[in-house]
């Protein structure tokens, strides 16, 4: 079979377009894989549609605690055809321009294809085998579904799924609290959606810091059912409804919804390219395994984003898209990770940067720590918020900011402060000794690093 041979091959048109976007630049022959729409899951089914969806749950929640400002008003339902209709045609018009954009270009060749690996410069993509003499391995990640037993008997959703629902269900029962599972809780319990959380751990959000996640479960328990430690035994049809069979300190219970959502993490796409074909090596999770300038096991094989599982993010994976050109066409620089931050677009939102108390003790570091709650300054007495706080933790004798962790409204930007303070190694003094706006809500992080 004739090959046809490529000087780029990128595989996944989401962060990956940045390489594919350069290198057509240096006018050399590019190929994009990409079966599914352009633009990757951030914008066809993730973090843009999530946070447009969510942004219309945050208007509506502000209607429904309007009474405690002496505001009359009322919240009477959604037009939810509309919204996510808006919604899908935004993205979708964006995804096709993306498509048309990179088609237009003479050095780039869009394959509307799945692709296997055949060898380690060799791919079969639809029914054409291609060769690249760099490859850039970008196909992210997918929901992760457990074996439940029943679940392929019911129509269940995932996160993908989830977005796009025609009708609001009246009731929904969400397995998983992380990120993604609260953040969808928020929307539908929101728009009116009678919600149920089961959640294995003892804490929603697990994964950031002790004290945000437990004051996060607390506020999620005021809002919504949570189930926690409790084991789902199986899913199974109940007249209209999902069942979900349930097991919690060794006591069976049977809960019922409209709609069953799954939200149990994701796992990186690589079976599916079938990397171990090329020589790819993946760790016991199948994240495709990486160095520091991100080159996997294979010479002139690179990865970034999910599917290599460093950090899954979209701002990580489009840092990471930055360094791989850096790597594979100049100069080899590390990748420089520090002050990673994220966000969870919740209600309350959380946003974290730096590493956790937890993290900080099983390390043995010493460090020092400081919680100020919104309530105590100006704006957040405005807003009458009385669970949110910033959290600081220090090293003790150079000030160096370790972590920072917030929960409450807003945090998704007030996280930014900090991150610019540890990127370039200002200390607690840089944002101590910064002038805030009186009585801006910026202020209950400046007051957070002074102890």
């Avoid at 096709?96 to 954009?101: F, H, N, S």
Wanted: glycine share 10%.
């Amino acid at each position: 079979m004739k090959k046809r041979v490529f000087d780029v091959v990128v595989i996944g048109a989401g962060s990956g377009l940045e390489i594919s976007s350069y290198a057509a630049e240096q006018g050399l022959n590019v190929a994009v894989i990409e079966p599914g729409p352009f633009g990757g899951t951030c914008l066809n089914r993730g973090c843009i549609p999530s946070k447009m969806l969510i942004h219309a749950a945050d208007v509506a929640r502000t209607v429904q605690e309007a009474g405690k400002f002496g505001v009359n008003a009322s919240f009477n339902g959604v037009a939810w055809k509309k919204l996510v209709s808006r919604i899908n045609a935004t993205i979708g018009r964006d995804a096709r321009g993306i498509e048309a954009g990179n088609r237009s270009s003479k050095n780039v060749t869009v394959f509307k294809e799945y692709a296997q690996f055949l060898g380690k410069d060799s791919l079969l993509v639809g029914k054409e085998v291609i060769q690249g003499k760099r490859i850039f391995i970008c196909a992210g990640s997918r929901p992760f579904v457990p074996k439940i037993p029943g679940l392929k008997e019911v129509n269940y959703l995932t996160s993908d799924e989830a977005l796009r629902l025609p009708k609001q269900p009246k009731s929904i029962i969400i397995i998983g609290g992380g990120y993604i599972g609260c953040e969808l809780a928020h929307f539908f319990g929101s728009l009116g959606t009678k919600v149920t959380i089961v959640q294995r751990g003892n804490l929603l959000m697990g994964a950031e810091d002790g004290d945000i996640a437990r004051k996060f479960t607390q506020v999620y328990r005021r809002r919504f059912t949570v189930l926690l430690n409790t084991d789902v035994l199986g899913v199974r049809k109940r007249g209209r409804e999902i069942a979900v069979d349930l097991k919690k300190k060794g006591k069976k219970a049977t809960i019922t919804g409209e709609q069953l959502l799954v939200a149990t993490g994701r796992v990186p796409n690589s079976d599916v390219l079938n990397v171990k074909a090329a020589g790819v090596k993946v760790n016991e999770r199948g994240f495709v395994v990486v160095d520091k300038y991100l080159r996997t096991s294979v010479q002139n094989v690179w990865a970034i984003g999910d599917i290599a599982g460093v950090f899954m993010f979209k701002h990580s994976a489009n840092l990471e898209a930055q360094f791989a050109v850096q790597n594979a066409f100049g100069e080899k620089v590390p990748v420089d990770y520090a002050a990673m931050p994220h966000a969870a677009f919740t209600n309350p939102q959380v946003a974290s940067v730096g590493a956790t108390e937890e993290e900080l003790a099983r390390e043995k570091r010493r460090f020092v720590k400081n919680i100020y709650e919104y309530k105590n300054t100006g704006y957040g007495a405005a807003l009458r918020e009385s669970d949110g706080f910033v959290k600081v933790l220090a090293e003790p004798k150079t000030g160096a900011i370790l972590g920072c962790h917030i929960l409450g409204p807003h945090a998704s930007i007030l996280i930014h402060e900090v991150i610019v303070a540890m990127k370039a190694g200002l200390g607690v003094e840089g944002i101590r000794q910064a002038v805030h706006v009186h009585p801006a809500l910026s202020e209950v992080v400046q007051r957070a690093f002074w102890f």
